[in-house]
Nanobody, 120 residues
Framework: QVQLVESGGGLVQAGGSLRLSCAASTNITSFGELGWYRQGQGGRRELVASIKKVEGINYGEPVKGRLTISRDIAKNTLYLQMNSLKPEDTAVYYC??????????????WGQGTQVTVSS
């Protein structure tokens, strides 16, 4: 069972920055897709950013130009650098890993989430 452990969330003022980390219990290059999703209070879970093996990096429209996804393969860790934060970025941020195994069975893992709160 793959484990994804997020960290780095917290309370920040509007315009500030945070860096989220997601430590995986296995080789992150094995995932077909690795990314960040978020869910605000009462809202649905939405894509923030993802790295796909074939298609590369993709960002959700609300965060383009402000948030940057990256990974450290040696540390099996995914990052999300969040700059110019806005109150509407307030949400629980989840690390996500998905793909197909060697038997073509789909897998999908979520982390436990980390809270990001941006005050105005």
């Amino acid at each position: 069972q793959v484990q994804l452990v997020e960290s780095g969330g917290g309370l920040v003022q509007a315009g500030g920055s945070l860096r989220l980390s997601c430590a995986a219990s296995t080789n992150i290059t094995s995932f077909g897709e690795l990314g960040w999703y978020r869910q605000g209070q009462g809202g649905r879970r939405e894509l923030v950013a993802s790295i796909k093996k074939v298609e590369g990096i993709n960002y959700g429209e609300p965060v383009k130009g402000r948030l940057t996804i990256s990974r450290d393969i040696a540390k099996n860790t995914l990052y999300l650098q969040m700059n110019s934060l806005k109150p509407e970025d307030t949400a629980v941020y989840y690390c996500d890993a998905r793909g197909f195994d060697e038997y073509a069975r789909e897998y999908h893992y979520w982390g436990q989430g980390t809270q990001v709160t941006v005050s105005s």
